[in-house]
């Protein structure tokens, strides 16, 4: 049994993952909180017949729990302009949240 999910809040941008149970993913953090509920469930696939949800299925959850805090990879961003003397670089390292499924509810 596989799901696909929208994480993210309201104006965000949420992102799409393709999840099942025991899976690790990271998304973006989500703070303190040491269970979630994914309610957004775009498409469910139990090994008989798969459900499309219109845009989200109706009843079914998907339950997870928070392993770790982790940072992405580093990004330099980096400005110059050519003849005055100016360039600066900047490092950024995005943090996220490593979540474990724990559960696909359907019903």
Known sequence: MYAIIETGKKGTGGKQFRVQEGDLIDIDLVGSEEQLAFDKVLFLHDGNAPQVGLPHL??????????????GPKVIAYKYKRRKNYRRKVGHRQRYSRIKITKIAVG
Do not use: L, Q, T
Not at 58 to 71: G, I, L, N, Q, Y
């Open 58 to 71: 109706p009843k079914c959850v998907v339950h997870a729990e928070v392993v770790e805090e982790v940072k």
